[in-house]
């Protein structure tokens, strides 16, 4: 299991190498990897669609609790398989469509560590590691998004993507550790059967508030909704990848994952109803209203986390069925049509549905199963698309009070769902045959082979439901956290109202789609406010956070030495000064009893060196006070035992002096640029910070502290760290992780400076 979650990293940094000697066929090389955890993965299909679960267990930071945990259960077993499954495809479009291209090798590199990052989000059972796969998710979209990095348009919405995401991502870190803490665990296993005990905690509604952020962010609920169809800057097999199937679900994956411990929750049920409502209903509407083929898309695909968000808000049986079995036809819709959208615009050279027509004669396979998706999205029989949306409108039947808003939303949903799918299906491929600025024909077999299995399976579960039934019915037990009754899926119940309202959506949406050219307009100004309020907020506070960003770069980092330093000074000055007023804490009482002759010798040394550095306008004689006062430092660690120190700063002064005595002679004389009025402010933020310092140093000895860590020092520094100077001992193995980090920061140095000594502009003209 480990090897299945991490394999997709290992061979990410393999691909430079691998790109060479596959060539052309590296598409179909890398799906290999994809194709086989699909086939692993299935191998969990008996166990647990017999109502039971897998947990594997890798120690990973013992000492923090934390452990890789992977939990196979109906939800993310679905979840595993759609990731690999759809990623098999993915990688042989990828391949194909951006063949010759002269950086694929990047973009398959950074798909792979994506499809690793998602499979450890929805298998990790620990909150801490699910987390990790969390944020790296966040990464390498932005890598994915920002894959056309020359362009404008690719950067912007790559950070914009990348600053929503990865600020809900702080909010949901700090839900999840509340929430473990709350719950007695970091484990979901044990979580989940703890509903009860979280929902009494005074702390519920700020946690739940905290994670729904995260969540609600990721999968692009309103007003987070913009960044989503923005992110179709990226290349199509992105698009089609992240932000249909796999990525842009997390957060649903996530709350449907939390569903069995918040149930219940009257904030939780009207949270997600409500805002999953809303941002189905505005994702369908601005569908209906775009030109752009993977925009349209993109906002029908904003319609079904809305969707989703609702169904599990409602949360009763009936609508967690219906959750499970639109998850699985909006994958298997959505992933066909992006890649047929990326194939007509690859052909053609445009994808703007104006100035598509007629294709269907020059491109047939395309329109055929661009036809039968579209016919899932519009929720037409026989389609598994159909199916879903006739539990969605039966779960907004059974929503109790909210019945009556969510079935009214659901409708309107359907209707403006329709007329995009007609945008898709029929305007591309019907009407005159339209010049576009490449000849268009059919694309190669790898880039029509995922889109034709996509949709041809979402045909084969229309006509026989029963073939999904098993998982499904797993993935509804996992989420309702209790055995589900029977799903019984099938394209007929009868006439009934769901099926009167389909009948009433598609009619609707086909006179919508009649007059669309004429109702556009209207209903893209009645929308804009509502699709791009949010997204100027977001615009704004941005340029905000640019102008603060200016302010304080004007005002603290300006570039003199002497401004950084009258600024930390100043910050300290004002912390201790309210650190002492605010607790009364100076505990000192003066008294030079036992002080030596020599020590007061030294501190006199000290000041002098220190006065005269300070007065001085000869280089020389400055550099000189300064090494007076080091190795006047040097003097009272040799008095008060601490040899090892002493040699250590010896060195280091001698080592200082040598090098600004062979600087300042590169350098010219001293100027007076300081005003009196400057030089009496620095004295005095100087002395009132020596001051204020020598006070802290007084109390914190004279405090108690509770007991010293001495003796245990003495005790284990040779038993347990084999080191008998304990100074040593603790720099090497009780702080091992701080050495390690100056270590870090010190080669991170070395590696700058060597770039920096290597660089010729000449190579960069």
């Given amino acids: 299991m480990l090897v299945a979650v991490l394999a997709g990293f290992i061979l990410a940094a393999l691909v430079p190498r691998l790109s060479p000697l596959l060539g052309a066929r590296i598409g179909w090389g890398l799906a290999l990897l994809p194709a086989s955890l699909f086939v692993y993965f299935l191998g969990f299909w008996p166990e647990v669609t017999g109502q039971g679960s897998v947990l594997v267990s890798h120690a990973w930071i013992p000492s923090l609790d934390i452990s890789l945990n992977f939990l196979v259960d109906g939800l993310s077993l679905m979840f595993a ?55 790296l998710t966040s990464i390498t979209s932005y890598l994915l998004i920002g894959f056309n990095h020359e362009q404008e348009k690719a950067r912007k919405a790559a950070l914009q993507g990348l600053f929503i995401t990865m600020g809900g991502g702080l909010a949901l870190m700090t839900g999840l550790i509340m929430l473990g803490y709350m719950g007695g665990s970091f484990e979901l296993t044990e979580l989940l059967n703890r509903g009860d ?85 505005l994702g369908a509407a601005m569908a209906a209203c775009s030109t752009d083929l993977k925009r349209i898309l993109a906002f029908s695909t904003v319609m079904a986390l809305g969707t989703l968000t609702m169904l599990i808000g409602i949360g009763t049986p009936y609508a967690l069925k219906a959750a499970m079995v639109f998850l699985l036809a909006h994958a298997l819709y959505k992933g066909a049509l992006f890649m047929a959208a990326g194939t007509i615009d690859h052909e053609t050279g445009t994808k703007d549905v104006r100035e598509l027509g007629g294709l269907r004669r020059l491109m047939p396979y395309t329109a055929f199963f661009t ?56 305007r591309p491929f ?96 009645l929308l804009r406010p509502l699709a791009y309020g949010p997204e100027h907020g977001y615009e704004r506070a941005m340029e905000g956070l640019v102008r603060l960003a200016k302010w304080q770069t004007r005002v603290l980092q300006n570039g003199y030495m002497t401004n950084y330093i009258l600024t930390i000074l100043v910050t300290t000055i004002g912390l201790l000064v309210y650190a002492f007023w605010a607790h009364d804490a100076f505990l000192y009482q003066l008294s030079f009893e036992g002080v030596r002759f020599y020590e007061v010798v030294i501190s006199l040394l000290m000041l002098v060196a220190v006065v005269y550095a300070s007065a001085t306008h000869l280089r020389l ?53 300081s005003s009196p009025m400057v030089r009496w402010r620095d004295a005095v933020v100087a002395g009132t910070f020596g001051i204020l310092v020598t006070m802290m140093v007084l109390t914190v000895n004279q405090s108690s502290l509770g007991e010293g860590i001495t003796d245990y020092l003495v005790a284990n520094s040779y038993a347990v760290a084999q080191g008998r100077n304990i100074v040593n001992v603790i720099l090497v193995d009780y702080r091992a992780l701080d050495t390690l980090g100056e270590i870090f920061v010190l080669a991170l140095a070395a590696i700058g400076v060597n770039a920096m000594i290597r660089f010729r502009w000449e190579d960069y003209k």
């Fill in 81 to 135: 398989l759609l990731i690999t499954g759809i990623g098999t495809f993915i990688f042989i479009y990828a391949g194909s469509y951006l063949e010759g291209h002269k950086d694929i090798h990047k973009l398959l590199m950074y798909l792979l560590a994506f499809m690793s990052a998602m499979l450890g989000l929805v298998l990790s059972n620990n909150l801490i590691s699910l987390f990790v796969f969390w944020e």
């Fill in 197 to 281: 005990l979280l929902q009494a905690h005074p702390l519920f509604l700020g946690m739940m508030i905290l994670i729904l952020v995260g969540t609600f962010t990721k999968s692009a609920q309103t007003p987070f909704h913009f960044w989503l169809p923005n992110a179709m800057a990226a290349p199509t097999p992105v698009s089609a990848y992240l932000h249909s199937a796999t990525m842009v679900k997390a957060g649903v994956y996530l709350m449907a994952r939390l569903q069995p411990a918040m149930a219940g929750s009257e904030a939780w049920m009207l949270a997600l109803s409500i805002f999953g409502a809303v941002t189905m209903t």
């Fill in 371 to 426: 036809w039968v998706a579209a016919l899932a999205l519009a929720g037409v029989p026989p389609l598994f698309g159909f199916i879903a949306k006739e539990l969605m409108f039966e779960s907004a039947l059974g929503a109790g009070a909210l019945s009556g808003l969510l079935l009214g939303l659901a409708v309107v949903t359907a209707v403006c769902i329709v007329a995009a799918s007609g945008l898709v299906a029929i």
């Fill in 430 to 525: 019907f009407g005159a045959l339209r010049p576009t600025p490449k000849a268009p024909h059919e694309a190669p077999l790898a880039m029509r082979l995922g889109f034709t299995v996509l949709a041809g399976l979402g045909l084969l579960l229309g006509l026989l439901p029963g073939l999904a039934e098993p998982l499904l019915q797993a993935a509804v037990t996992a989420v309702a956290g209790a055995p589900a009754a029977p799903l019984e899926l099938a394209l007929w119940h009868g006439v009934n109202l769901p099926l009167l309202l389909s009948t009433l959506a598609l009619v609707a949406g086909g006179l919508l789609y009649r007059y669309w050219e004429s109702v556009r307009p209207s209903m893209a100004g």
């Fill in 621 to 673: 004689g400055a550099v000189a006070a300064v090494g007076v006062l080091g190795f006047a430092m040097a003097m009272i660690y040799v008095f008060f035992s601490a040899p090892d120190l002493a040699i250590t700063q010896v060195l280091i002064e001698t080592l200082t002096v040598i090098l600004l005595v062979l600087v300042l002679f590169r350098l010219p004389g001293f100027q007076d640029l």
